[in-house]
């Protein structure tokens, strides 16, 4: 008896049934959104990327940790949203995260990480002067 051939998710039904099964690249409702032979690289670029964003925030925290200010809290939650999002692209990659909720999740969190660093570089405000404008009369 003959193996059965080897087939993706989006070779399968699509419908109710198909939802929750994933296999790596392919979403819950059987499309396949990149070629597989792709899957290593985008692996590697998630890895390096979520290495960078973890680096990143354990350096903000530090810098949190040690000034205790809310400039630098908004950066640390910036970063730290950086490295949840790129845990949600490899549980993309994986399969246990499907492409709606993948789009879903990112895309958020890109508009809460552009809030969170504007409202820090507001909240900032202008320089304080500690000493007073030079007057034309010093010269």
Known sequence: MAAAPFRFASESAIGPAAIGRTTLGTTSFGANWFDPGFSVLLLGVIILAALGTTVL???SLVAFWRRRTAPY???TIAL???VIRTLVGFGTLSGVVPMPIHHL???SF???IAVVILYTAYS???PRRTDPPPSESDD
């Open 57 to 59: 925030f354990l350096g």
């Open 73 to 75: 809290l908004g950066i």
């Open 80 to 82: 730290a949203l950086l």
């Open 105 to 107: 999740v990112e895309h």
């Open 110 to 112: 890109d508009f809460f």
């Open 124 to 126: 900032t405000g202008s």
